[in-house]
C-alpha cells in the first residue's frame, strides 16, 4: 500500500531564508511524486511533479523538490522565502504505471514570517 | 484549456436534510474524477473516482454517495445528511498516467 509521511505539521521560517518542508513515501513500485499547495478556503494547486530523469525538480513560483530514491524522500525547497508562501502544503505519491489514485501526506503548515 | 468546477462554494444544510454537490470539468474528454473530504484544514481523505460514465469507486464507506451520468460530470450527494457529513469537498481531475490531479475550488459543506 501506498502511503506519505509529513514530518512536521508546521515550519516556520524567516523571509528571505531557505525554506524546506519535509516529504517521505512508500510504494511497491515506482513512484510519481507530486507537491500541491493550498492557500485558506481554496482547492489545491499544483507545484511539481517528479515522474522519471533528473532527480532535482523545478516547479512553480521558485519551488524545487530533490527525489532521493535511497532515502525514499521528496523534500520540497526554495532558496527565498516569501510571506506569500504561507500556506498549507501536501506531498502526494502514485504508484507509477498501475495506481489510479493519489495519496496525500496530512499535510504541512508553512509560516513565512516578515 | 482545462477548467474544474464547483457548486455551490458554500452550503449550510439540517441534519436529515439530502445533498446534491456537483463538478464539472471543461476542456478534456473522458478524465479520470475524484471527491476528496478535507476535515480541519488538513488531510485529504478519498470519497470516490470514476474512471468513465457510470463507474464509480467508493473508497470509504459513509454516508455519501457518486454518480457520473456524464463523461465530465460529477455528483456527490446524500440521502440524508448527519453532524459528522460537514466538511470541505475538493473535486479533481487527471489524465492517467503522469499527470497531476486538478483541483476544484471546493464547496464547505456545514450540516446543522
Known amino acids: 500500500a501506498q502511503s506519505v509521511a509529513q514530518p512536521e505539521d508546521q515550519v516556520n521560517v524567516a523571509e528571505g531564508n531557505p525554506l524546506t518542508v519535509k516529504c517521505t513515501y512508500s510504494?511497491?513500485?515506482?513512484?510519481?511524486l507530486f507537491w500541491y499547495v493550498q492557500y485558506p478556503n481554496r482547492g489545491l494547486q499544483f507545484l511539481l511533479k517528479?515522474?522519471?530523469?533528473?532527480?532535482l525538480v523545478k516547479g512553480s513560483y521558485g519551488f524545487e523538490a530533490e527525489f532521493n530514491k535511497s532515502q525514499t524522500s521528496f523534500h520540497l525547497k526554495k532558496p527565498s522565502a516569501l510571506v506569500s508562501d504561507s500556506a498549507l502544503y501536501f506531498c502526494?505519491?502514485?504508484?507509477?504505471?498501475?495506481?489510479?489514485?493519489?495519496?496525500f501526506g496530512p499535510g504541512t503548515r508553512l509560516s513565512v514570517l516578515p | 484549456s482545462q477548467t474544474i468546477h464547483q457548486w455551490p462554494a458554500t452550503l449550510v444544510q439540517p441534519v436529515g436534510s439530502p445533498l446534491s454537490l456537483e463538478c464539472t470539468v471543461e476542456?478534456?474528454?473522458?478524465?479520470?474524477l475524484y471527491w476528496y473530504r478535507q476535515a480541519a484544514g488538513r488531510g485529504l481523505q478519498l470519497l470516490f473516482y470514476?474512471?468513465?460514465?457510470?463507474?464509480i469507486s467508493s473508497e470509504v464507506p459513509q454516508n455519501l454517495s457518486a454518480s457520473r451520468p456524464q463523461d465530465r460530470q460529477f455528483i456527490l450527494s446524500s440521502k440524508k445528511l448527519l453532524l459528522s457529513d460537514s466538511g470541505f469537498f475538493l473535486c479533481?481531475?487527471?489524465?492517467?498516467?503522469?499527470?497531476?490531479?486538478?483541483f476544484g475550488p471546493g464547496t464547505r459543506l456545514t450540516v446543522l
Open positions: 479533481a481531475w487527471g489524465e492517467l498516467p503522469y499527470n497531476e490531479q486538478f
Open positions: 510504494v511497491s513500485g515506482n513512484p510519481y
Open positions: 517528479y515522474i522519471t530523469g533528473d532527480n
Open positions: 502526494a505519491v502514485r504508484e507509477g504505471n498501475y495506481g489510479q489514485n493519489f495519496v
Open positions: 476542456g478534456t474528454s473522458n478524465p479520470n
Open positions: 470514476s474512471v468513465g460514465i457510470g463507474q
